[in-house]
């Protein structure tokens, strides 16, 4: 913006304007901003091309959580997801269309990489989110589609448009990049400082599992990743990390594994979000039963470990990431009688 107000020749300060109006705002309409110089607004008119996402599909499930399919410019769609808490809505952010990584326990994974999201079509899920909830979405976590860190230079930007005080204005602590543990992208948020809270995907406690249902364990085992968690909270003097932990049945659900956990947490300011594994058709995996997640909870809290049991929100509609997606593709497949 700052380049814009260099290149319509008008004083530093509109990028101010302009900066608050469309990130703080929503406005789209520049012609509606009036503080901006008739010069500025033509320049941008003349330079620059606009363009807002359209919404293909919606759902809105039992508990409030509501699921959004956005259409980008070049026909790629992508998800995002608002779901209500105690007086507060967290959105959740897509950072890629498809994922490379290929999770065997994830939805996303199945069709693999088509592309990363630009900034720009990052911040529009935020402004189709905010416009949708009359403004009251509070938290960001970018754990819609694909892994953040293969996206890095788009999604640093990102965070810092979103945490601009002049900007968007979302609190540091109230934005969450959660990765399946690329180790270069953790050590370019620490020498970035990068302005967001970080989540480890851990889901297993051997690297024999963690290889098997996340890949790129394979370039970056347990330990070496758990070195880098440590390193980043003490270079950053972070409160804590949030560990995530997908409970596959029979998979990586055992007290072994709880109590290799513990073991692994030693010495970590972490909270532990045990997710029950959400099952799609086709999935090669089961949720685990109740009596299990309470006995491998309880092990955690034992040791005293803050771990809480996170179901996926809007279990009614396609409830984990990349669901909608799919969902509204199969449709289209057999309206069109390709199935
Ligand atoms: N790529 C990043 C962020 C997106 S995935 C990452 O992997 O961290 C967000 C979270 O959803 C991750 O913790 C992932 O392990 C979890 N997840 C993916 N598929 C799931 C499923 N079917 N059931 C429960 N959690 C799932
Ligand atoms: Fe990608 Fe995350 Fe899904 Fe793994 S869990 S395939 S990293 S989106």
Known sequence: MLELCRAADVKPIHAEHLRAAIYRYGQTDIDAIAELPLQLREHIHRH?????????????????????????????????????????????????????????????????????????????????????????????????????????????EFVRIATDPKGMAFSPRRVTLSTSGLIPGIRRMMEDDLPCNLALSLNATTDEVRSRIIPLNRKYPIAELMQAIHEYIECRGDKRVLIEYVLLGGINDTLADAQRLVELMHGLKCTVNLLPFNPYPGSLFERPDDRQLTTFRNVLVEASLVAVVRESRGRDISAACGQLKTEVKTSRRQRHGSL
Do not use: W
């Open 48 to 156: 620059t091309s606009s363009f807002a996402p359209a919404c293909t599909a919606s759902q809105q499930s039992a508990d409030g959580t509501k699921k959004l399919l956005l259409g980008m410019a070049d026909g790629k769609e992508v998800e995002t997801v608002l779901i209500p808490g105690k007086g507060r809505i967290t959105q959740c952010i897509s950072t890629q269309v498809g994922c490379a990584v290929g999770c065997t326990f994830c939805l996303t994974a199945t069709a693999g990489l088509t592309r990363n999201l630009t900034t720009a079509e990052m911040v529009a899920q935020v402004m189709a989110g905010r416009k949708l909830t009359d403004r009251n979405v509070r938290n960001l976590v970018l754990m819609g589609m694909g892994e953040p860190l293969h996206n890095y230079e788009q999604v640093a």
